[in-house]
Each structure stands twice: as structure tokens, then as C-alpha cells.
């Protein structure tokens, strides 16, 4: 292994009511994610691999979650995207 | 290939050719280390214009608001076309000169560099 | 409960994998009447061989039920937003009227783009024969058209109080600046149906909206104007499943055919550098248009290209993919493009439908924070000479139209990528005619397809050629004042939509509503 940093993906979103326990479970699930806050929008960087799990979001917001509601408060999101009913993943190809 | 498409053979007309400009041709003028005019400029001109009467009369009124305009000296300018550096002949035509449709000219002012050294 | 009762057991629901399956491969079928080349006739003459259009993936999954569900849900958001807005008279909230500027340009700038894209995706899900990439493009369509009515709806408030927001289409047709935009979305849409797609979704969408989206909306809210902020977010959330699709196409293309990589590669090599000329634009309004600034020019490029971007293209060395030709010219400009930018516009702001200024004192001691190496020995001198002349009374506005570059049109005040202070000349003569470009990026463009080039509609050459007049115009009638007619032709109201901001109709009118400054302390 060469210590080459790795790349990092990144995820950001309206700043709201609804994002704060997204945010909040997206920490909770990566525990090297680094959270950024600008004017109206949150971004979170992540290096290699960042995953999104339905469970730990509604576990924070006690009700039934579809991953597919990310796409309302969605600004942008960088790496390859897999998606099942449980969990939206970004990752790069090369780690 | 001088272009994909769908239609082999495909060709563009020339949007701009000479004949375009009503007797007119298009020349490009720039002014070395002196960027407050930010691009060089772009001018109708009837090629037979003799050369002297682009510095006698057509530049100074290019630039009229430069201070540098009203100190520049014509016979120590550098000339450039397309970038090759040239000695043009004031009596001939611009044509003569080389300088045809949509000609690149450049001039240098040597002790001139524009506002406080800055190339403005 | 009296209803019926179902002697079947409820069928299981279906996973998102089998929900999309069934959408994108069960409803297409291949034509028997007529051959499937003659059906789709587009969409094998770029050269590319696509063997297996069952491998195209989107990786989001969404189906018609959700997108119209989530669609609707983002749209109601949205509007009671702009209602709010317009009810609470947020226009008068933002930080002064030079940032309405920013909106003027986005409004005839980008948002004619977005209905070309419209346009573009559709005839792009047309020429498709896979039926997944059809349905991605005609989601994508439906997107687009959407975000250019919001636009338009944000925006039209603003126009009740502001001027060079009345007549957004027509500008974007005729006026000078805007054919850049205009040209550069042309060049995409009459390519065939893959280039298109690599252009708009991937280079432009992955690879260079974040830096129009996320720094410069962000901003749009730290100088007060949600509304702005709600229609700019609400289009990136979907811009984020354009992106999403725009990787997945190229990744597509790349692996279905090894000859397909080197056709792949010179349309990134192309679209990154028509896309990052297009964006000189959105640096000088980070720089120099929002009144509160979130992040410099420079600093966006370096997270959101350098970072972000160099992290995609090693992604994609596994297919032979390197990074853009010409990106390394883009990260030597960063510390001058913005200010090169501005000082053009404040040239030529007599003939544009927006307003421009010379920055305050505290506005140039954060560009020289920002630009440590550029800023006080190039561009200040320029400022602050200007500002004298300003003071005096004398505005400076050049009165002669500018060179333009061939390929991507914009004035040829772009400088060499090692001296800020020479500018760029690049030439090249074909068919006897000579061509000017404003770098090697947008010449190795026009040699690749001079036919495609040699007739771009030029604004200064068409000038010229007497073509930017009203029907009717005699030219050669006694004191007829060419600029004059060509800002008519233009739909600009003169001595109201451009020119400097100060003393400006805007800037009076500001100061007369609000009680605020022109320029906030």
C-alpha cells in the first residue's frame, strides 16, 4: 500500500429541517466524514466510500424512509452511485 | 475529417469572406502591454488605405481615452503580423503590406507599458 | 368494512431493481416493418459501436410513479418559496442592486440553455435505441424544460422592479455576449446524439456545473435571495441525477467497445474546454458581482475541479481515460481569469443589458487576499485608474468592438498561459481564410472540424456585415449611429439596462425604494 491519499467523494444538500437527520445519520455511518456548512447548503466529504443507510434514518426520524426522498433536498453529489431499498452508496472505483 | 456528420461531404459556407464586408476588409488591432482595452480591436478598413494612415489617424482614435496614446512614438514602434515582427512601408496599401482580410497587426511601443508599469 | 374482500393474496412488492427492469427493458421492442437502422438513423455515425443496450444502468432507479411523485413534491416546495418571497418583497432584502445583476445574466445567459437542453435531450432520447438511455434522456428533458419555467417564473418578479430583464429570448438570440452561451450549446446540439450526451451530461453537468451551482447559489443566499437560491437548488437536485447519468453514459460507451476510448477522450479533450470558457462568466460573478462573497473564483476551482474532477478522471484511467487536454492552462488562469473578465464587461457594459462597477476599496482588498500573486500588481492599477476617471467624469467605455475568437467567441482578452500580461493569439488559415482563436483549446477544436466552424454567426463580424439592424434600417441615411441602432436590434432600452451602475436608474430607484445605499457599507 502506498500512502496516496485517498480520493473523496462528496455529498451536499439544502440546509433544512429534513437534512439535519440526514446529516445526523450519514456522521453516524461514516465516522470519518467531514461535515462543511455554507450559506443554505451542507456538503459532506467523505475519502473512498460514503454510504447512506435507510435504517439509521429512520431510526432518527421514526418513520418510514425511501432513499429516494434524498433526491428532494439533493444539491449535488460526486462517485459512483450504487442504490438498493437499504442503501445509497458513493465510492470511487480505484480504493 | 474536416467534420462528423451525418451527410458525407458536408461543407459550411464561409460566413465571413471579404466580399461580405461591403468593400471593406476586417482588421485586428492590437496594442502590445497595454491591456485597458482589453482585446485587441476589430476594424472595417478598405484595403488600398495606405499604411501611415493607420498610425496618423486611425489608432490614436482607437485608443483615445489611454494615457499612453497622445506619448507614443512612431518611429520607434514594433510592428508584428500574425506575430512575425515586420517593417512596413507607410506609402503602400495595407494589402501591400501583407496585411489582407482579417489580418492580424500588433505594435509594441517600447517605453510604454501602460498604467503604472501594470500593461493596463 | 364492507369493501370486497381479494381472494388472492396482494402481490409482493417490487424491489426498486425489478420496478426499473421491468420499466426500461420490458416496454421496448425492436422494430419488423422497418429495419432498426432506419428507425434510428443518428446513432451510429459518430463511430461509435454500442453491442449490448441492455448494459446501460441508471443508477438511481427512478421510475415514472416516483419521478412524477418527487417532481411534484420539489414544485410546490419551490413555489410556496417564491410566493413567500414576493409576498414579504424580498427583492428589497438583498444586499444592494449590483446583485441584481448576476440575475440578469443568469436570466438571458443560462436559462435559454436550459430549454435548449430541453430541446437537446429530447431529440437525444429520440435517436437512442436502447430503451433505458431513451428514458433516462426523456426524463432528463422533462427536467430541463421545468427548470427553464422557474427560472423564468423566479425571475420575472425581479423584472417588475429592475431593468435588462424584459426580453430574455430575444437578447439570447441577438446580443453579442450571449451567443457564447448560445453557440456553445449549438455546437452540442448538432452533434449526434452520444457527443451530445457526453458534452451536456458529463463534461458540463459532472464535470463543471458544481461550480455555477453550488459556490454561486450559495452566495445567491448570503446575499439574501431565496428565491434564487430555491429555483437554484431545486434544478441541482436534479442536476445530481443528470450528473449521476452523465458517468454512467460514459462508462457505458467505454465499455462496450475498446475503439470507442480515443472518440470519448477528444470530446472531453473539446467539451472541458469550451465548458470551462463558458464559465469566465460565473467567475467574475463570484468574484466581482455578489456584494458578499462566499468563495473566490480560485478556490472554487481548485475544490470543485481540481479536487472533485481530478477525483472522477482517476476513476476513469482504468478505461484509458487521462485528464482533459488543457487543464492544466485552466488552473494557471485561475488567478487572473475573473479579473480579465470584469475589466471586459466594464469596457463594453454601454452595449451589454446588465450594469457593471468598479469594486469598492474593502471589495479590492479581498480580491488581494484572495489573489495574493495577480491582483495589486495587474489589476489594480486598472481599478483604480478607472475609478479616478469615473470621478472626473469621464467613464471610461471602449468605443470600438472587439476581436473575437472563432471558436468560442468571446473577446480576445484572454492572456498566454505563462505571462498575464501578453495576450493569447492563436491563428490558423483554411480554405484561404484566416481564423484568430484566444487559446490552443479552442484551436485544436477548429481543426478537428473546420467545416463546422468557418460559419459560426460571429456578433462583431455580423456587425459588420450590416446584419444586426431592425428590418427597414438605411445605414447609409445622414447621421445614423450604428451602436445606437445595433442596441435597438438588440431589445436593450437605452441609458436604462446598461452602462455603469452608479447613477444608474437601478441604483437611484434602489436608494428611493429601500432608503439603503447603492453600495452596501
Known sequence: MNAIAKDKVFIAFQTNDETRSIVEAIEADNREAIVIRYPAMVKIEMPGRLVIRRETIEDLIGRAYDLRELNLNLISLS????ESDDEFVLYWNQH | MSVVALKPGYSGDMKDRVENFHGKQLLYIGWEDHLMYCAPLCIPIEGSTPFGALTTAVIPSLYPAHPDTGRINWDEVEWFRSGERFTPDPAQSLAANGLGHKASLRFRTPGLTGIKGSCT | MNMPTNPQKPAKKLSLKENYSHLTRGLGWDTSYQPMDKVFPQDKFEGIKIH????????????????????????????AIVDAFQQNNGQFNVTDARYI????LFLTGVSPLEYAAHRGFAMAGRNFRGTSARIAAQMQAIDELRHAQTQAHTISHYNKFFNGLHDYTHMHDRVWYLSVPKSYFEDAMSAGPFEFVTAISFSFEYVLTNLLFMPFMSGAAYNGDM???????SAQSDESRHMTLGLEVVKF???????NVPIVQKWLDKWFWRGYRLLALVSMMMDYMLPKRVMSWAEAWEMYFEQNGGALFNDLTRYGIRMPKYHEVASMEKHRLSHETWATFYNYTHAAAFHT??????????????????????????????????????RFYNGTLPMLCQLCQIPMFFTEPDDPTKICYRETTYRDEKFHFCSDGCKDIFDNEPEKYIHSWLPVHQIYQGNCFRPGTDPTAPGFDPLAEVLQYYGFHVGEDGGEYLGSPDAKNWKAWTGKPAVSE
Do not use: C
Open chain 3, 52 to 79: 449490448d443496450w441492455d448494459k446501460w444502468e441508471d443508477p438511481f432507479r427512478l421510475t415514472m410513479d416516483a419521478y412524477w411523485k418527487y417532481q411534484g413534491e420539489k414544485e410546490k416546495k419551490l413555489y
Open chain 3, 253 to 259: 460507451i467505454l465499455e462496450q467497445d475498446p475503439g
Open chain 3, 101 to 104: 445583476n448576476t440575475l440578469k
Open chain 3, 357 to 394: 462597477w468598479v469594486p469598492e476599496e474593502s471589495e479590492m482588498k479581498w480580491l488581494s487576499e484572495k489573489y495574493p500573486t495577480t491582483f495589486d500588481k495587474l489589476y489594480r492599477p486598472r481599478f483604480e485608474h478607472w475609478r479616478e476617471q469615473q470621478a472626473k467624469g469621464e
Open chain 3, 227 to 233: 428565491a434564487t437560491v430555491t429555483f437554484g437548488f
Open chain 1, 79 to 82: 462517485g459512483n452511485i450504487e
